[in-house]
């Protein structure tokens, strides 16, 4: 068996150490029930510097994967590009209720980064589909099957979730038109994410097996992340720095992990890694 | 190129467009492949085994994946091939 030789750089060690700071400042706030909102505030504006982290790494690391030429390149500038408009998605959210002192209007310029970040995780998973040959598995019919079922059966199940009975208010398109393109974009990327790893993993083995499982497993947990936070205003449940704020927080830093093990392992394979 | 170096470059191109240079830093560690500043491929040697080297160094790195999509992308080059010409694995 391959014994896999690892290199660690400074990079693991700010992005563990932003995230044990992270987690707990965020366990210190629900300790001690602090009521404070401008603590809960300043917290709900820190922790997206994961994401920002994580796009500006990713962004520069995927040229050494060749970029926009390779699946596995553009799979990683999706990614980092979704990770950097979900931060610009919290700064501006932050902007209305720190320094404007105001309720969050929707839609509003905040929705322009978490609602753009969709497209870019969508494309993310689809050119790491590529990357693990879902061209191939789907010259199967029953995995051609698979791969369109999942993805109908998950916007079917958000729609009945949270859109069945939707009061239709055309006279703002732009909130209808995001009431639907949340849950349907949200549910399609990692519907889409799943069906590639499902078809995949029986055959998916060497080096990358792991960081390709990784970087399905942050896409199931952003979009778990995802799924609460609508769930949560659907019911006008959700808080600032609630525990939906820190599953976000820990997304991001499952999505910032795969990168740096993308980087990380390109490092091993050229010093030798594949044949250790 | 001879046929052989073609099915090589075929493959080293298709693995290029996964995970980019990568591919021919890998496939510049085969055995008996040679590739020049113009990336113009020739084998020394047994170009059977020097292709075999080539399919496990990808295979290395996604598995039987790796594998599936290089002989999709040699389906058509593979007939050029009698029997027993191309590495089992590109063939069976």
């Given amino acids: 068996m391959n014994k896999e030789t690892r290199t660690y750089g400074v990079e693991y060690i700010l992005v563990l150490a932003l995230f044990l700071i992270v987690t707990f400042w965020w366990l210190a706030l629900k300790y001690f029930s602090i009521e404070d909102s401008m603590a809960n505030e300043y917290f709900s504006v820190s922790y997206g510097l994961m994401a920002l982290f994580g796009g500006l790494y990713g962004l520069k690391i995927s040229k050494k994967w060749g970029g926009i030429s390779s699946f596995i390149g553009k799979t990683i500038i999706s990614f980092s590009i979704g990770l950097l408009l979900q931060e610009f998605g919290q700064l501006a959210y932050s902007f209305y209720s720190l320094f404007l002192g105001i309720e969050i209007p929707y839609p509003s310029i905040g929705d322009i980064g978490f609602f753009g970040s969709i497209p870019f995780y969508l494309l993310g998973t689809y050119y790491l589909s590529k990357a693990v040959g879902i061209e191939v598995l789907l010259k199967d019919n029953v995995n051609k099957l698979i791969f369109v079922l999942v993805p109908v059966i998950s916007v079917i199940f958000v729609y009945y979730m949270f859109l069945v009975g939707y009061e239709y208010d055309w006279s703002q398109p732009v909130t209808v038109f995001l009431d639907f393109g949340y849950p349907i974009g949200q549910s399609l990327y990692v519907s889409l994410g799943l069906s590639a790893y499902i078809l995949s993993s029986r055959f998916l083995g060497g080096y990358m097996r792991v960081r390709v499982l990784l970087l399905f497993a942050a896409l199931v947990i952003q979009y778990c992340a995802d799924f609460y936070f609508l769930y949560l205003v659907s019911r006008d449940l959700w808080d600032t720095a609630g525990i939906n704020e820190y599953m976000y927080f820990f997304a991001y830093f499952v999505m910032t992990l795969s990168i740096l093990e993308f980087n990380s392992a390109l490092k091993n394979i050229k010093n030798g890694g594949l044949n250790g | ?92």
């Fill in chain 2, 1 to 92: 190129m001879d046929r052989y170096s073609e099915v090589a470059f075929k493959i080293v191109r298709e693995q290029e467009m996964v995970v980019g240079p990568l591919a021919f830093e890998l496939a510049r560690n085969v055995t008996g492949l040679k590739i020049n500043k113009q990336n113009e491929f020739s084998i020394e040697g047994d170009p059977k085994l020097a292709l075999q080297e080539l399919l496990m160094q990808y295979k290395k790195l996604f598995g039987e994946l790796s594998l599936e999509v290089s002989k999709n992308a040699l389906k058509d080059h593979i007939k050029k091939f009698q029997k027993g010409e191309l590495p089992n694995i590109l063939t069976d």
